[in-house]
């Protein structure tokens, strides 16, 4: 079993994107006036300056933009290898998230491969990870 990740502080900027996965949405903070995506998640849109932010719940499908195999156990009982990952988020324009693809052979991950969220909870926390789509 890993170990525990990184806890983040939850705030009222991020809390919904942290806690989403209890009901199984990947929420990212929308703009509701330029329509646009802020990630990390901010009260004020980086593209148009608003403060009509509101978490939404998108697809949580993408594609493996790039990744790296890591080998090195950083913290005590880490599994290692592991796939770090960039992930672009279908229909979520300017939004990329560094996360983990998880649930396949890492000799198995590759540019573009088409992927979907799965969460994983700790203490309270839906860590939004990937799994490859067959």
């Not at 509101?54 to 993408?62: E, F, I, K, L």
Request: glycine share 8%; proline share 10%; aromatic share 8%.
């Amino acid at each position: 079993m890993n170990p525990p990740r990184p806890r983040p502080k939850l705030d009222d900027d991020n809390r919904a994107f942290w806690t989403g996965g209890a009901e199984g949405k990947l929420n990212m903070m929308q703009c509701a006036d330029c329509g646009r995506f802020t990630h990390p998640p901010r009260r004020i849109c980086r593209h148009c300056q608003s403060e009509a932010m509101a978490p939404v719940a998108v697809a949580g499908t993408g594609a493996i933009e790039t990744y790296t195999i890591n080998s090195q156990p950083w913290l005590p009982g880490l599994e290692v290898p592991f796939v770090i990952a960039r992930v672009r988020l279908d229909g979520v324009p300017d939004v990329v998230l560094t996360t983990n693809i998880v649930h396949c052979p890492v000799e198995e991950v590759g540019f573009d491969d088409p992927v979907k969220v799965t969460f994983e909870e700790q203490d309270g926390i839906w860590f939004p990870l990937f799994e490859r789509v067959r």
